[in-house]
């Protein structure tokens, strides 16, 4: 190649460069498919260079030419070139392609990769036009929905079946959810949640009603299951008490432990008959004991109930002491000053409690309207309390009434 050179040089009459511009800016970059011809007035051979689309930064090599159409030194042409991107040269009047040879005493070239490109590099307007950027997060917003494709933590919430819409209307909760991580907040509580019994269908209604045991510590959750245990509730119990409260788990030991104690020293009810209450209506546990004291103070002081009969309408029916102080007292002035239903009938029957007060009363009067409200038992056509209030219409008017339902609608018509 060297001698090939030297011919072309010493006739040069033109330099032909394409895709490679020769400067003393030492950083050159190289085009794709870039080649140059060397012609020679004498019709001397073409030297054709193919080279690689990289950029190159060429070291230790000075050109004393400039960009004026000076060809190159003969040392920059003869320099060794990396085996990423060689320079083929072919010899004509031979058959081969083979590879230049460095000469002795000519430092290598050295390639260094460019670093990426600056934010501050101008681009075309056509390179802008295939750039795709997101919407910015807004810094504010009222709502979650503009997160949620955001964070891989709330898309997998409502994939659980969370609804966000409820949790954004709560205080302070939406801001906790953003900042949460799935992997490290939500996964582990999820699985605890599933091993102590919550159904998994179930797990978004349960994380819709308590957002916030994602950020209670798991040590301390497996505590208080742990204490359920040592107390005697079974794995069933404690998955029924943890569906049915989903705040009971973010009370702690001391806590949970004060509210049993309060309903077996109030009460006077036994151990099992404390659990017993407590599993059919976790909400004792995590519900305020204001409405349950101010219940238990109506029974005994106005409605005149003795502790035996509060114990026995409590285990019966536990929503009595979490009902409505006016819906009691209303029903109970009905059912024993009106109906004449005395205490240890009515103490038989405390489901009476939960019936609404119009049904009571309509049927009521349509007995007495027949000549039938007979509620004594040792008299004859004896209406119970259970049947006067549990069963259905129809059932009601062919056994009790001893009328055809028409009749009791005509009647209630009349009210």
């Given at each position: 190649m060297s001698s090939l050179c030297r011919r072309a040089c010493s006739g040069w009459s033109s330099l032909r460069v394409s895709g490679l511009l020769f400067s003393s800016n030492p950083e050159v970059k190289v085009m794709p498919a870039a080649?140059?011809?060397l012609h020679s007035p004498t019709g001397a051979g073409v030297h054709r260079c193919f080279l690689v689309q990289k950029r190159w930064r060429l070291t230790n090599l000075s050109f004393s030419s400039s960009a004026t159409g000076w060809p190159p030194s003969e040392e920059a042409d003869s320099a060794q070139s990396v085996d990423n991107s060689p320079l083929q040269n072919t010899k004509h009047g031979h058959g081969g392609t083979e590879p230049s040879a460095p000469d002795d005493g000519i430092p290598p070239l050295?390639?260094?990769?460019?670093?990426?490109?600056?934010?501050?590099?101008?681009i075309s307007d056509e390179e802008a036009l295939h750039i795709e950027a997101s919407p910015p997060l807004p810094p504010t917003s009222f709502t979650l929905r503009d997160y949620v494709d955001r964070s891989e933590t709330l898309t997998k919430l409502v994939l659980l079946g969370v609804d966000l819409s409820k949790l954004q209307k709560r205080p302070n909760v939406a801001n906790m959810l953003l900042r949460l991580d799935f992997d490290r907040d939500v996964k582990d509580r999820l699985l605890f949640l599933k091993d102590v019994g919550v159904e998994e269908d179930l797990?978004?209604?349960?994380?819709?009603?308590?957002?916030?045991?994602?950020t209670e510590d798991l040590e301390n959750l497996h505590k208080r299951v742990q204490y359920l245990q040592s107390k005697k509730f079974s794995a069933a119990a404690i998955s029924r008490m943890v569906s049915g409260a989903p705040y009971l788990l973010n009370f702690s030991v001391d806590r949970l432990d004060n509210r049993l104690g309060f309903y077996q020293e109030e009460l006077g009810l036994s151990t099992q008959k404390t659990r017993d209450l407590v599993i059919r209506l976790p909400k004792l546990l995590t519900g305020s004991l204001e409405p349950v004291k101010e219940n238990l103070r109506v029974c005994r002081i106005e409605l005149g109930f003795r502790e035996n009969e509060i114990q026995q309408m409590v285990t019966c029916v536990p929503k009595l002491l979490l009902a409505s102080k006016s819906k009691v007292t209303r029903l109970f002035d009905y059912l024993h000053n009106t109906m004449g239903i005395p205490h240890h009938l009515i103490t038989k029957f405390?489901?009476?409690?939960?019936?609404?007060?119009?049904?009571?009363?309509?049927?009521?009067?349509?007995?007495?309207?027949?000549?039938?409200a007979q509620y004594?038992?040792?008299?004859?056509?004896?209406?119970?309390?259970?049947?006067?209030?549990?069963?259905?219409?129809?059932?009601?008017?062919?056994?009790?009434?001893?009328?055809?339902?028409?009749?009791?609608?005509?009647f209630q018509k009349t009210l």
């Open positions: 080649s140059c011809s050295v390639f260094d990769d460019v670093p990426p490109p600056s934010v501050f590099e101008e797990l978004g209604a349960f994380l819709t009603r308590n957002p916030f045991i994602l405390p489901q009476a409690f939960n019936a609404k007060f119009w049904r009571i009363k309509d049927r009521h009067l349509f007995l007495q309207h027949l000549g039938r004594d038992p040792s008299q004859p056509n004896y209406v119970p309390l259970d049947k006067l209030v549990a069963t259905p219409d129809d059932v009601f008017c062919v056994t009790l009434a001893k009328a055809t339902v028409s009749d009791f609608e005509t």
